[in-house]
């Protein structure tokens, strides 16, 4: 019986097994069909196959549209890995990956692999090669207008989105057509075909590419913007990890910061903050998980002021300018711990006399040393240069 082919023996069998189980297939095969099959050029695209290939729901951008008619011009051409990488994108012949005996004729091949078909696509689409790069670099794209997660399905997807597979590192990619239905180079030994959308197993989430072709800028909201890291990040409806989650990032991507404020410490992949962003839906997110220092720089506390002064013989003090930083030790070179944009109210323990600093036309060594253990140089903290209701350290 000769219905099991060598791809479905690789992955269901292993490698090693396929290589042998396919010189016996191939005496299954007989002689005319393998030699109807020798050629390695792509077979001619069907009017029905290309009938099938398009744009089938609304709501997609002129640009995304664009991509989905270019990726389907190519309905019938073979996967090729590695194809369509060149210097410009378009179809490519491919080579042997090293372990995939179904790729050992891609160099024979003038195609596409998955990433190489997403690349062309959008280049034809805008004139701009956008996603020059892997399965993997495309997904963490600086140029996404929304990502999806892989929970969401394909609800919120339109045509020309892209579809990601992969747990941790992504490997596969295709191009989302509405309706269920997307355009993929599959694998070697395929050709460019259209299937069911498939969001169960490792499917990883979506990304909608910029129309414009550029960096997403920052939204028109009076946020500030801030790029995430990290995979499977999540926002919340309060600043609790234990609150309802709101939105889930499957890579970086960039965020609008309106606010922020101190509420629950997290400990999170080798760091501990309690500091919370608020985004632009109202969502929270640890600022673990935003690129910058612990307190962001330019970003509005959201109450205004620090918790109120804790018991413990500490004094609330405000202090004045921008961008104002506190220490491990009472000393310039120490390192930073926190960072106050804006003015702000700072509950002080003690003073001591130690370094002198000359800042914004005042010289003092007075440094306060403030509840969380760091230090401040009093130049920034309003009064006299030694605090008159402050004890010495």
Request: hydrophobic residues 35%.
């Amino acid at each position: 019986m000769c219905s099991l082919t060598t791809s479905t023996a690789r992955r269901f069998l292993g490698r090693a097994f396929a290589t042998a189980l396919a010189a016996a297939l191939a005496a299954c095969i007989p002689t005319a069909a393998r030699a109807a099959t020798a050629t390695h050029h792509a077979p001619a695209t069907t009017a029905s196959a290309q009938a099938s290939c398009g744009v089938l729901t609304s709501g997609a951008s002129a640009t995304a549209e664009a991509a989905v008619n270019a990726a389907c011009s190519q309905i019938g051409v073979w996967y090729s890995w590695g194809g369509g990488h060149g210097a410009t994108p378009g179809p490519t012949y491919g080579y042997y990956d090293g372990s995939d005996p179904d790729s050992m004729h891609d160099d024979e091949r003038l195609g596409f692999d998955c990433s190489g078909l997403m690349r062309y696509a959008y280049y034809r689409a805008t004139g701009k090669d956008l996603l020059n790069g892997t399965a993997n670099d495309q997904f963490h794209t600086s140029k996404a207008a929304a990502r999806f997660s892989a929970g969401q399905g394909t609800g919120p997807l339109v045509p020309g989105d892209l579809m990601f597979w992969g747990s941790g590192h992504i490997h596969h990619v295709a191009l989302y057509l509405g309706a269920g239905q997307m355009v993929e180079a599959y694998e070697s030994g395929t050709h460019i075909r259209v299937t069911a959308a498939r969001t169960g197993g490792d499917y990883a989430g979506a990304v909608r590419i910029n129309p414009t072709g550029a960096p997403t800028p920052p939204p028109a909201d009076g946020g500030t913007v801030f790029e995430t890291w990290g995979t499977g990040v999540r926002t919340h409806s309060t600043p609790s990890v234990r609150s309802a989650v709101v939105d889930t990032f499957a890579g970086p991507t960039q965020v609008s910061v309106q606010c922020q404020e101190h509420a629950e410490t997290v400990t999170a992949d080798g760091y501990t903050n309690d500091a919370w962003s608020r985004l632009s839906d109202g969502s929270w997110l640890t600022n673990i998980y935003v690129k910058g220092p612990a307190w962001l720089p330019g970003v509005p506390d959201c109450g205004g002021d620090s918790p109120a002064p804790p018991s413990g013989g500490s004094k609330a003090h405000q202090t004045w300018g921008t961008g104002v930083r506190t220490h491990s030790q009472p000393n310039v070179n120490a390192a930073v711990v926190d960072y106050f944009a804006q003015p702000t109210t700072v509950n002080v323990v003690c003073q001591t006399h130690a370094q002198q600093v000359t800042a914004e036309g005042y010289t003092n060594d007075a440094w306060s040393k403030l509840t969380d253990g760091s230090w401040m140089t009093n130049i920034y903290l309003k009064g006299p240069a030694w605090l008159t209701d402050v004890p010495t350290c």
